[in-house]
């Protein structure tokens, strides 16, 4: 019989597992939070992903569940497993993906390479990580951020103080203000039995705090640090017990270490690159691995592959279809994706994805077509 693997939330992540789905002959369906998202061309129920009764009777029509993003309460999530669904990944790896705290915790326990970090709840224990790690810190909401909202850096305890309140006696993230060279990330993919199939490390570039470029494999990366950037991915998705795409985000760090900021348990923005530049997407990936089946290889299919972002379209506010058009006209080596959003500014809308012998060619033939949305 056909499996379906239902999809929690209609972004464009759960709209870009459809195409590798209908060629391994899967279905998909998607509970989306609304009517009209980018998912829309799956089959989709439109409900409220934090009602447990809502997404039960979501998951009793498919054979597996997996998340277009992070955010189902973990009540939910165990009321399914409760009910004898496959979720993947489950919510016992998925909490360290849901609260910041909780992931530098179980990092810490497994021997993740990781920032210097602490809870605080004051700012008297503020104050002192602050004034121990040179007079600057970054502050973290432990949950809730996205995109670089519900991260600070600050000089002053009293930077603070509207976070202490809205986290209530609980605590908040500190971390080291990392002097980093450059952010990279490392994918995995996991499945329930255990087989596990590392991507190669990948440089990616922030503007903003969003995802602006990726070059994959990262450039000049040692094998050194290719094998232990690895190691730190397996290592993760073992020890915490990830199941599908695991994304781990790391700086590289001035002198040459590599730290772990933060983890996401889905196909993740630096992983848009494998559609067009590995043997096997990160989507296609992630539809195998919460399936349990066989995973298909990882290896990049050319010496550089560069991704770039098309964030909220024409400054113009012309129609965004006519753009995609130009910049397909004008690059026929560029691959570009569109995920059928309405263009708002700073909207994640699409991505354009080069691949080349060499990496100035890609990123050169990428740029110019994602040159018609800017
Ligand atoms: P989000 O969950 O919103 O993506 P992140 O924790 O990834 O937030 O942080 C967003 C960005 O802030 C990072 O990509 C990095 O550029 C910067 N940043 C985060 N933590 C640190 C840190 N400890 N030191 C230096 N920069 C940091």
């Known amino acids: 019989m ?14 870009m597992m459809i195409a590798p789905a209908s060629e391994l002959g899967v279905e998909i369906a998607v509970l989306a939070e609304q009517e009209g998202m980018s998912a829309r061309l799956a089959a989709t129920r439109v409900g409220d992903y934090a009602d447990v009764e809502t997404v039960r009777a979501f998951a009793r029509e498919v054979d597996v569940v997996t998340f277009d993003h992070e955010h189902v309460p973990q009540e939910v999530l165990r009321a399914l497993v409760a009910d004898g669904i496959a979720v993947h990944p489950g919510p016992d790896a998925l909490r360290f993906a849901q609260d910041k705290l909780v992931m530098r915790r179980r990092l810490a326990e497994v021997g993740a390479p990781q920032p210097d970090w602490a ?19 970054v502050v973290k909401t432990p949950r809730g951020g996205y995109d670089g909202k519900g991260v600070r850096v600050v000089s002053s305890a009293d930077e603070a103080d509207d976070w202490f309140a809205a986290f209530a006696g609980e605590a908040i993230l500190v971390e080291e203000l990392v002097d980093f060279r450059r952010e990279l990330a490392q994918q995995v993919a996991r499945r329930p039995s255990g087989e596990m199939m590392p991507y190669v490390l990948v440089e990616t570039v922030q503007k903003d705090g969003v995802c602006a470029e990726v070059f994959a494999p990262a450039p000049q990366a040692s094998p050194r640090e290719l094998e232990v950037a690895a190691e730190i991915g397996t290592s993760i ?107 708002r500014p700073g909207r994640k809308v699409g991505h354009v994805n080069a691949t080349s012998d060499e990496l100035d060619d890609a990123v050169y033939v990428a740029r110019a077509a994602a040159a018609h949305f800017g």
């Not at 809870?119 to 810190?137: C, K, M, N, Q, Y």
């Open 119 to 137: 809870p605080v709840s004051t700012r008297d224990e503020l104050a002192e990580f602050i004034a121990d790690h040179g007079g600057r810190a």
């Open 2 to 15: 056909t499996k379906r693997v239902g999809v929690i939330g209609g972004g464009q992540l759960a709209r």
């Open 237 to 343: 998705a073992e020890g915490l017990g990830v199941t599908g795409m695991l994304a781990v985000e790391l700086f590289e760090t001035t002198d040459g270490r590599l730290l772990v900021n933060e983890l996401a348990m889905r196909p993740h923005n630096s992983g848009h690159w494998t559609q067009d530049g590995s043997v096997t997407s990160q989507f296609e990936q992630h539809l195998r691995a919460v399936l349990d089946l066989p995973l298909g290889a990882p290896d990049p299919l050319a010496e550089a592959t560069c991704m770039i972002n098309i964030l909220g379209g024409p400054q113009d506010g012309s129609a965004i279809d006519g753009r995609f058009a130009a910049a397909m006209l004008d690059q026929p080596r560029a691959k570009i994706h569109t995920y059928g959003k309405d263009p």
